[in-house]
């Protein structure tokens, strides 16, 4: 299972900075993020969702859905 960050924030059209200043996470957190450098904590990805209004499952590249 692979985190879409990227693809999803490119989506709703927010750069990494806004995404940055609307989650509470940094910039550099949210770039290791999206390259797979770290897995994110579950408060991390909650913010995320909530920033982006998506569900946290819709941040997961799964064919579970």
């Given at each position: 299972?692979?985190?879409?960050?990227?693809?999803?924030?490119?989506?709703?059209?927010?750069?990494?900075m806004?995404l940055a200043?609307?989650?509470?996470?940094?910039?550099?957190?949210?770039?290791?993020?999206?390259?797979?450098?770290?897995?994110?904590t579950?408060?991390?990805?909650?913010?995320?969702?909530?920033?982006?209004?998506?569900?946290?499952t819709?941040?997961?590249d799964s064919e579970?859905?």
């Amino acid at each position: 299972m692979q985190i879409r960050l990227w693809e999803m924030r490119t989506a709703k059209g927010f750069t990494l900075m806004q995404l940055a200043k609307k989650s509470g996470i940094g910039k550099s957190t949210l770039n290791n993020i999206e390259n797979g450098k770290v897995s994110p904590t579950l408060f991390q990805l909650e913010m995320i969702a909530i920033a982006m209004n998506v569900k946290i499952t819709d941040l997961f590249d799964s064919e579970y859905k």
